[in-house]
């Protein structure tokens, strides 16, 4: 087994050149220095043993109770296998496994040819299934990143489900503290659509979203909250353009004479309604008191499909398609992130590091089915740290 693995590692180093495999992870810095997670940066310690026991203590993170019978005792803190006070933030793995194909040709050709076989095709061939991999595994972790800011900002919380986890742990909330007075589900007529259908026949008829939000940060204000903007996804702000009352209110805004109209709701609407989006969105802005930015940020997950009996992408919100967020400008939080644990002495895999030390991305070798993987592997969790002026606002069905 392991001439088996030292000649498939003797011939991936060809594709690698003269660079190490941590130097050729190293390439990918550049390109995914950049996070995607405005707000949050990297916390600069790098957690030994972050366990899920620490998190409760220092962050009030809250599990769902059990449901038992009335004249059952309570059971210890657990989901399946992931107990409090032995394991650690959730980890995140996925891995790619290389063109076992093209590499049992390849070998076949090494082991018969020598280096006669290694030609700059061969090279470029293996160079290209391991950048493939590689690039993949993590921009995969930066979605994942991503993910995990908006439903933070958007929810207040972040919540492992069958919805953005469905091959993995469930039922898992981690709850931030963000205060029950700064939250809102608005019911009835008071909900700016009262159905999924963001139509006017089904507007609540007492809704009035700029004014809703121009209270909410006026209310702020005085409060002492720091300076901040509203957050929104894309397709609930596309839609509020469209609002009747949002229309009326941006149309009496630019064209005051529309007041002393006959039917000054009328005639203000169709005057916004000519307007640009860019033109809506200042004045948006301006009567609300604050920045608002959409989020248009899409994720994709794994899950099994029963009508083909396969694994399929399915592609969901990664801000709450209902909810409108406040956040503070500037740093809200850190991501947290444990150190992933690597036996270096291992032959059947070799090791790099990405983002630090928070990542582990291992090339493995399986020898039961002489394959290659390329793995990836991060425990990391974004954390606000001001989350009592952070606020979340459901307006709509």
Same mark, same amino acid.
């Given at each position: 087994?392991?001439?088996?693995?030292?000649?498939?590692?003797?011939?991936?180093?060809?594709?690698?050149?003269?660079?190490?495999?941590?130097?050729? &992870?190293?390439?990918?810095?550049?390109?995914?220095?950049?996070?995607?997670?405005?707000?949050?940066?990297?916390?600069?310690?790098?957690?030994?043993?972050?366990?899920?026991?620490?998190?409760?203590?220092?962050?009030?993170?809250?599990?769902?109770?059990?449901? &038992?019978?009335?004249?059952?005792?309570?059971?210890?803190?657990?989901?399946?296998?992931?107990?409090?006070?032995?394991?650690?933030?959730?980890?995140?793995?996925?891995?790619?496994?290389?063109?076992?194909?093209?590499?049992?040709?390849?070998?076949?050709?090494?082991?018969?040819?020598?280096?006669?076989?290694?030609?700059?095709?061969?090279?470029?061939?293996?160079?290209?299934?391991?950048?493939?991999?590689?690039?993949?595994?993590?921009?995969?972790?930066?979605?994942?990143?991503?993910?995990?800011?908006?439903?933070?900002?958007?929810?207040?919380?972040?919540?492992?489900?069958?919805?953005?986890?469905?091959?993995?742990?469930?039922?898992?909330?981690?709850?931030?503290?963000?205060?029950?007075?700064?939250?809102?589900?608005?019911?009835?007529?008071?909900?700016?659509?009262?159905?999924?259908?963001?139509?006017?026949?089904?507007?609540?008829?007492?809704?009035?979203?700029?004014?809703?939000?121009?209270?909410?940060? #006026?209310?702020?204000?005085?409060?002492?909250?720091?300076?901040?903007?509203?957050?929104?996804?894309?397709?609930?702000?596309?839609?509020?353009?469209?609002?009747?009352?949002?229309?009326?209110?941006?149309?009496?805004?630019?064209?005051?004479?529309?007041?002393?109209?006959?039917?000054?709701?009328?005639?203000?609407?169709?005057?916004?309604?000519?307007?640009?989006?860019?033109? #809506?969105?200042?004045?948006?802005?301006?009567?609300?008191?604050?920045?608002?930015?959409?989020?248009?940020?899409?994720?994709?997950?794994?899950?099994?499909?029963?009508?083909?009996?396969?694994?399929?992408?399915? %592609?969901?919100?990664?801000?709450?398609?209902?909810?409108?967020?406040?956040?503070?400008?500037?740093?809200?939080?850190?991501?947290?992130?444990?150190?992933?644990?690597?036996?270096?002495?291992?032959?059947?895999q070799r090791v790099a590091w990405f983002d630090g030390g928070r990542t582990l991305i291992t090339q493995r070798f399986e020898s039961k089915t002489k394959s290659m993987?390329?793995?990836?592997?991060?425990?990391?969790?974004?954390?606000?740290?001001?989350?009592?002026?952070?606020?979340?606002? %459901?307006? %709509?069905?």
């Amino acid at each position: 087994m392991r001439t088996m693995v030292k000649n498939y590692y003797d011939l991936l180093t060809v594709g690698l050149g003269s660079f190490s495999f941590q130097q050729f &992870v190293d390439r990918f810095q550049e390109k995914y220095n950049a996070l995607q997670t405005d707000g949050f940066g990297w916390d600069p310690e790098i957690q030994l043993d972050y366990t899920y026991e620490q998190l409760i203590a220092s962050l009030g993170i809250v599990t769902l109770p059990v449901y &038992v019978d009335v004249d059952s005792e309570g059971l210890d803190k657990s989901l399946g296998e992931f107990k409090v006070g032995s394991n650690k933030i959730p980890t995140q793995k996925h891995r790619y496994p290389m063109n076992a194909k093209m590499l049992r040709e390849r070998m076949i050709m090494f082991q018969r040819f020598g280096d006669a076989s290694l030609t700059p095709a061969t090279r470029t061939a293996l160079l290209d299934m391991l950048f493939e991999s590689t690039d993949k595994l993590l921009a995969g972790n930066r979605n994942a990143l991503t993910h995990q800011r908006m439903r933070v900002v958007s929810t207040g919380q972040f919540t492992i489900d069958i919805t953005n986890n469905p091959r993995g742990l469930k039922g898992l909330t981690f709850d931030f503290g963000v205060p029950s007075e700064n939250k809102e589900t608005l019911s009835g007529e008071n909900r700016w659509w009262k159905t999924t259908t963001h139509t006017a026949g089904n507007e609540g008829t007492t809704s009035d979203p700029l004014l809703f939000l121009k209270d909410k940060r #006026k209310a702020m204000r005085k409060k002492g909250f720091p300076a901040g903007h509203f957050e929104i996804a894309s397709d609930l702000f596309d839609d509020m353009l469209t609002h009747s009352k949002v229309l009326e209110r941006i149309g009496l805004s630019l064209y005051p004479m529309a007041a002393s109209a006959t039917n000054p709701g009328s005639a203000a609407q169709g005057y916004a309604t000519n307007l640009t989006d860019d033109a #809506k969105r200042s004045a948006i802005e301006r009567i609300i008191g604050c920045p608002i930015v959409p989020r248009d940020s899409l994720a994709a997950v794994e899950k099994f499909d029963e009508e083909s009996k396969s694994i399929k992408a399915t %592609t969901i919100e990664n801000f709450n398609p209902l909810n409108v967020s406040f956040v503070p400008d500037g740093q809200i939080g850190t991501i947290k992130s444990v150190q992933p644990m690597v036996f270096t002495d291992d032959p059947t895999q070799r090791v790099a590091w990405f983002d630090g030390g928070r990542t582990l991305i291992t090339q493995r070798f399986e020898s039961k089915t002489k394959s290659m993987y390329v793995e990836s592997e991060m425990a990391v969790l974004c954390v606000p740290n001001s989350p009592q002026y952070m606020c979340v606002y %459901t307006v %709509t069905a």
